[in-house]
T-cell receptor, first 115, second 113 residues
Framework: DAGVTQTPRHEVAEKGQTIILKCEPVSGHNDLFWYRQTKIQGLELLSYFRSKSLMEDGGAFKDRFKAEMLNSSFSTLKIQPTEPKDSAVYLC?????????????FGPGTRLLVL | GDSVTQTEGQVALSEEDFLTIHCNYSASGYPTLFWYVQYPGEGPQLLFRASRDKEKGSSRGFEATYDKGTTSFHLRKASVQESDSAVYYCALRGNYNQGKLIFGQGTKLSIKP
């Protein structure tokens, strides 16, 4: 089985641009998560979907960050407009759900640099 | 709300040293506890998990025991290798958090050959 796929792996954007990051979860997984990772803040949850329904939308990120699940096998994270403080690694993860099946599998991440 | 605290931000050891990374949690009931490892350029990957008091999780020589009394899940390895250099995250999934994980701040482990 393929793991979680994220594209692009690297992105450079100018301040004020719109960027879209993509994620394909593990086939059959019904939970999908977007995280932001920085050295200072560590791993921060941005969005959480269950069976394509938005379960949680990180409060601090609501204004410029929008995650969507277009179908059960594809998700996007849009940042609009970008700011230099958005420079970070964005990780996507998926899982089968709760209980022992609830282990999250992470993609390799997209490293974003905003100039 | 639920939280996870890792005491050490960075740990530097030599090969064959004994490793302990401390993890304490705050959550009601019996959360599921996890250790993840992240190598450079990759996403975190599961080392192991535990969901009951006194349950021991283990993988690749690493181990941790769920201790509800001290609300701890400390990571240990008897003899580290250079290839163990990575960032280690302790995490929990609470009873009422559905699928969401709460992560600690991470501990960067550096092993000198």
């Amino acid at each position: 089985d393929a793991g979680v796929t994220q594209t692009p792996r690297h992105e450079v954007a100018e301040k004020g641009q719109t960027i879209i990051l993509k994620c394909e979860p593990v086939s059959g997984h019904n939970d999908l998560f977007w995280y932001r990772q920085t050295k200072i803040q560590g791993l921060e949850l941005l969005s959480y979907f269950r069976s394509k329904s938005l379960m949680e939308d990180g409060g601090a990120f609501k204004d410029r960050f929008k995650a969507e699940m277009l179908n059960s096998s594809f998700s996007t994270l849009k940042i609009q407009p970008t700011e230099p403080k958005d420079s970070a690694v964005y990780l996507c993860a998926s899982s089968l759900g709760t209980g022992v099946r609830g282990t999250q599998y992470f993609g390799p991440g997209t490293r974003l640099l905003v100039l | 709300g639920d939280s996870v605290t890792q005491t050490e931000g960075q740990v530097a050891l030599s090969e064959e040293d004994f490793l302990t990374i401390h993890c304490n949690y705050s959550a009601s009931g019996y959360p599921t506890l996890f250790w993840y490892v992240q190598y450079p350029g990759e996403g975190p990957q599961l080392l192991f998990r535990a969901s009951r008091d006194k349950e021991k999780g283990s993988s690749r020589g690493f181990e941790a025991t769920y201790d509800k009394g001290t609300t701890s899940f400390h990571l240990r390895k008897a003899s580290v290798q250079e290839s163990d250099s990575a960032v280690y995250y302790c995490a929990l999934r609470g009873n009422y958090n559905q699928g969401k994980l709460i992560f600690g701040q991470g501990t960067k482990l550096s092993i000198k050959p």
